[in-house]
């Protein structure tokens, strides 16, 4: 059962133009969520997270929102930039994992010049 | 320079063989993970290890064996058993609590001829 999900495998943007990367998850006990970016043969690299606290988090470009009741987040970029071209994984944490992630399945961003 | 080295970057084995993926970590982080990338299937954990002497069977276990005899150290065994070992492999370590997430090796591109 997976209990993260990224439905949209790829997505093409234009340069300068917003990126939304989205996410769905199923256990209510998650309560921090993670961004991670990874380029084609390296290791991700973390990019932003949110807590269940808070409903938004920003960082420069990145933007995270988080929407506990329909159990959904969302990254925002803004503006895309070619260099954001990665697969984009999401991932939480909380309640009975131990601390473990549960990472999503991942979206392909390609941004266009 | 702290971080995780994974070796080799790039590991061919023959049908029946076992291998032995290297993973090292300078970050005095207590946890450790291995995930497998297949396209399409996002990270899928294979074994992680909260402390020395001690690991968990992930969610993909069979066919993998591993061992946690130091810290720094989480090296990953792919056996004969395993099916389908073609993939990318990814090491993890973390420090306990949701904050930190986790750091990421450059991973090892496993594949079988």
């Known amino acids: 059962d997976q209990q993260v999900k990224q439905n949209s495998p790829s997505l093409s943007v234009q340069e300068g133009r917003i990126s939304i990367l989205n996410c769905d998850y199923t256990?209510?006990?998650?309560?921090?969520f993670l961004w991670y970016k990874k380029y084609p043969a390296e290791g991700p690299t973390f990019l932003i997270s949110?807590?269940?606290?808070?409903d938004k988090n920003e960082d420069g470009r990145f933007t995270v929102f988080l929407n506990k009741s329909a159990k959904h987040l969302s990254l925002h970029i803004v503006p895309s930039q070619p260099g954001d071209s990665a697969v984009y994984f999401c991932?939480?944490?909380?309640?009975?994992?131990?601390?473990?992630?549960?990472f999503g399945q991942g979206t392909e961003l390609s941004v266009k010049p | 320079d702290g971080g995780i080295t994974q070796s080799p970057k790039y590991l061919f084995r023959k049908e029946g063989q076992n291998v032995t993926l290297s993973c090292e970590q300078n970050?005095?982080?207590?946890?450790m993970y291995w995930y497998r990338q297949d396209p399409g299937q996002g990270l899928r954990l294979i074994y992680y290890?909260?402390?020395?002497?001690?690991?968990q069977k992930g969610d993909i276990a069979e066919g993998y064996s591993v061992s946690r005899e130091k810290k720094e150290s989480f090296p990953l065994t792919v056996t004969s058993a395993q099916k389908n070992p073609t993939a990318f492999y990814l090491c993890?370590?973390?420090?306990?609590?949701?904050?930190?997430?986790?750091?990421f090796g450059s991973g090892t591109r496993l594949t079988v001829v």
């Open positions: 993890a370590s973390s420090m306990p609590g949701y904050d930190y997430g986790y750091t």
């Open positions: 256990n209510s006990m998650f309560d921090y």
């Open positions: 949110i807590s269940s606290i808070k």
């Open positions: 991932a939480a944490s909380g309640g009975n994992q131990g601390g473990k992630l549960i």
């Open positions: 970050l005095n982080h207590d946890a």
């Open positions: 290890s909260q402390i020395v002497n001690d690991f």
